[in-house]
Each structure stands twice: as C-alpha cells, then as structure tokens.
C-alpha cells in the first residue's frame, strides 16, 4: 500500500496565508489533486495536477509541489474556506490510489 | 453539466451483500475512468476501488480486494459496486466519481454519495 501524510488541523485568522502540506514518497513523479469538503457536502475539485486551478476557484487557492510534499495555499483565507481538505495521488506504479487524512481549516 | 447519481444503498446486515450503482448525466462514460470513494461516519475519505474507461483494468484497496468487484456499462454510462462479505467497517457514505481521462483515475467530478450502513 501507499501513505499521504497532512497534518489533521490548520488554523489562521481571516485574511491570513493557510498552508497545508500532504507527504509522499511518490510526490516526486506523481501529481498531487486537492478537494474541499464542507460539513454534510461531497467533496470539490480545488487544485487539480499540483497546481492547476479549476474553472470557478477563486484566485486565492494555490498549490505547489516540491520533492516529497505537495502544498495547498489559501492565501487571504475568509471564513467560507473554513472545511477539511484532503490531498489525493498514487503509488509510483499508478495502481494504488490513496487520499491524504485530511486536514481540518479553521479561519477565526 | 456533469452530474453523477448513486443508487442502491440501504442497511445490510454483516455477511451480507450489496450493489451499489451510478449514473452519469452530462458526459459519455467510456471516455473516462471511474472510481468509488467512502467515507466512514466522522472519518476521512477512503480511495476504495477504480475502473478505466473500457473496463479492461481494475483496481482495488488492500480493504476491499476479494469482497468488492467494480464494473460498468457503458451502454447504459452506469457504474457498479458489487459489495460482499460486507462487515461493520464497511459502514460509510460511498461515492462516484469521475476520473480526469480514460486511464487516470484522478478525480475532478463526484456524486452526492449513497449511505450503506453494515449492521445487525
């Protein structure tokens, strides 16, 4: 099997730069994708291809990728960005697919 | 619009078996590959099974290989989870997704999920 590791929990004040790191050894040669899950909602594309922006995120989220560990930015958070959020990928064979644990954003 | 729409969920009793499926609106399913995701209740997501596009390859979790078979039709652009041997674990919201193209199964599309709730 394969891991991504974040850290369960982030928080920052409105208006502040949030920053969630997801680990992997595959990070190297593999994509990371990130998705947004608010409470009682199915999860939503934000960063697809380590740092590419759907159409309809605002301008605010970003993503990076550098070695083993994938970055999500949400620079100037407000408090509707307030969710968990999950890194995504595969094994360096591309056959086993896992989701990071997930990091809680609290913006307050 | 994409749209994805799971069916077939409901409360099974540990042993038991289940199918779960999902249709896709919006789009022609065999140019993409597919996936099942779950969400145990207040747990994280959980990459549970994968198909590509024509269904030639498969792909399991370490959780689920042997109990769960996915399939699809694409004459019909439904995707199925055949579920097994089902377990108080397997308890969660299970959800559809729609891979980037027809081998990655990158996600960029989900359903709104179905409950299957594994108890006696």
């Known amino acids: 099997s394969y891991e991504l590791t974040q850290p369960p929990s982030v928080s920052v004040s409105p208006g502040q730069t949030a920053r969630i790191t997801c680990s992997g050894e595959?990070?190297?040669?593999?994509?990371a994708f990130w998705y947004q899950q608010k409470s009682g909602q199915a999860p939503v594309l934000v960063i697809s291809?380590?740092?590419k922006r759907p159409s309809g995120i605002p301008e605010r989220f970003s993503g990076s990728s550098s070695g083993t560990v994938a970055t999500l930015t949400i620079s100037g958070a407000q408090v509707d960005d307030e969710a968990d959020y999950y890194c995504y990928s595969a094994d360096s064979a591309g056959t086993y697919w896992v989701f990071g644990g997930g990091t809680r954003l609290t913006v307050l | 619009e994409v749209q994805l729409l799971e069916s077939g969920g409901g409360l099974v009793q540990p042993g038991g078996s289940l199918r779960l499926s999902c249709e896709g609106t919006g789009f022609t399913l065999i140019n993409f590959a597919m996936t099942w995701v779950r969400q145990a209740p207040g747990k994280g997501l959980e990459w549970v099974a994968s198909i590509t596009g024509t269904g030639h390859g498969t792909y399991y979790s370490d959780s689920v290989k042997g109990r769960f078979t996915i399939s699809r039709d694409n004459s019909r652009n439904t995707l199925y989870l055949q579920m097994t041997s089902l377990r108080p674990e397997d308890t969660a919201v299970y959800y559809c997704?729609?891979?980037?193209?027809?081998?990655?199964?990158?996600?960029?599309?989900w359903g709104r999920g179905t409950l299957v709730p594994v108890s006696s």
């Open positions: 291809e380590d740092n």
């Open positions: 997704a729609r891979g980037v193209t027809t081998v990655t199964m990158f996600i960029d599309y």
């Open positions: 595959a990070l190297p040669k593999k994509y």
